[in-house]
């Protein structure tokens, strides 16, 4: 495998946030932020993203059936809400981002993180700027569970790294393959279909590389994630969306859950 077989990594150090200031003039940024039920963090997630005003154009949080005051507290803290209508999951939420978003450069970011700063969109876009030939960026960082350090991102670390290891070559360099934290051009988000649910990430992942080269992606160092750490109970429907995406893009036929 050769450096041209896999992803770009953009390491902490090799950030520039006045180039990226530069290269950003002539380029629009939309930032797309899914959420269900995430009354209690959003807000600060909106005023980290909005802390530097030179990045961002477009500001859109997408309520996805929540039942809590999400859209209110996104609306007062300056985010454009769509309200999806349709089924709920996190792919149907980026998707219903995706159609009113105008700008040239994609931005989805997690509501439910504890620690955004005002680097995560820079850091993210930077790629994208830099080098033309990239078309989708995926952070990663440090989880921490509960009282230690290390250990979050569970569905991430046994379920799609493993599968990306061992059915994907090149994709299994991407340290954090389900980060909510990805970017990416508006037209190469287009070129293909978003896929459902939790395998959404996954799923973009490979697409997008079986469509434009596994050297189309990029990963950014964005430090440690903090964020509400689900229960088992929780994880394994999203293991299970993960692993079907990966499966039937493998041309592996998946019979339909009970």
Not at 23 to 40: C, D, F, G, N
């Amino acid at each position: 495998m050769t450096s041209a077989d896999v992803p770009w990594t953009l390491s902490r150090d090799a950030f520039d946030l006045e180039r990226v200031r530069r290269l950003k003039a002539t380029t629009s940024v939309a930032v797309v932020i899914p959420a269900k039920s995430e009354a209690a963090t959003i807000g600060a997630v909106l005023d980290a993203v909005q802390h530097d005003g030179h990045f961002v154009d477009e500001l859109i949080v997408v309520n996805d059936h929540s039942n809590d005051e999400t859209a209110t507290v996104a609306n007062r803290h300056g985010a454009r809400v769509v309200t999806l209508c349709g089924p709920s999951g996190k792919g149907e939420a980026m998707g219903a981002g995706l159609a009113v978003a105008s700008s040239e450069i994609v931005v989805f970011l997690d509501a439910d993180v504890l620690n955004s700063t005002a680097e995560f969109v820079p850091r993210l876009i930077q790629p994208l700027l830099e080098r033309s030939d990239i078309q989708l960026v995926k952070g990663y960082y440090e989880r921490p569970l509960h009282n230690m350090p290390i250990g979050g991102g569970r569905v991430n670390d046994l379920t799609a790294r493993p599968i990306l290891s061992l059915l994907y070559p090149g994709l299994g360099e991407i340290r954090q393959p389900l980060a909510g934290e990805t970017a990416g051009r508006r037209w190469a988000f287009e070129a293909i279909e978003l896929e459902t649910a939790y395998g959404v990430e996954i799923a973009l992942l490979i697409d997008i590389s079986r469509r434009f080269g596994v050297q189309s992606v990029a990963q950014v160092d964005l430090g440690v994630r903090r964020h509400r750490n689900r229960p088992l109970d929780e994880l394994r429907p999203m293991a299970v969306d993960v692993l079907r995406a990966a499966l039937e893009r493998f041309a592996v036929v998946v019979p339909p859950q009970g």
